[in-house]
């Protein structure tokens, strides 16, 4: 979808945060996979934290693009920025603490299903596509 998302993903600045999101993920799986075999751990969590802000960045970016359109769309950027603020407060509140937060939870479950509603317009939903184009 980074490289040649279909409308409304086909705006840069989505595909850029959508790019940003891909490979902070796969930054994030390569990184758990290496602090398994490592001894120091400070390395490589040092690359844990830049990944995982480059999910938090590409989400934002996806977010704010979408919220400059119309419509469903609008709803789904809104929905992923929602998720994004209440994941930073969350980790902000009490992040480190054995047991999350309900606010950190809930953060969590909002980012997914905004993420899920920019999967679902990858899909190229039609109903979702009319209220793109209108």
């Given amino acids: 979808m980074a490289a040649a998302g279909p409308r409304p993903l086909d705006a840069r600045l989505t595909r850029a945060g959508l790019g940003l999101q891909a490979v902070g993920g796969l930054s994030v799986a390569v ?3 290496i602090l398994n075999w490592e001894e120091n751990l400070m390395g490589p969590l040092i ?3 830049a990944a995982i ?3 938090l960045l590409g989400c934002l970016v996806t977010g704010l693009s979408l919220l400059r359109s119309t419509g469903p769309v ?3 950027g809104a929905v992923v920025l929602v998720g994004l603020l209440l994941v930073i407060v969350g980790n902000v509140v ?3 603490q054995v047991t999350p937060p309900a606010i950190l939870l809930a953060g969590y479950a909002v980012t997914g299903l905004g993420l899920t509603g920019v999967a679902v317009l990858a899909l190229g939903v039609p109903r979702l596509q009319e209220g793109a184009s209108a």
């Fill in 31 to 33: 990184v758990f996979a």
């Fill in 47 to 49: 690359l844990a934290l």
């Fill in 53 to 55: 802000g480059a999910i």
């Fill in 74 to 76: 609008r709803a789904v």
């Fill in 94 to 96: 009490g992040g480190g």
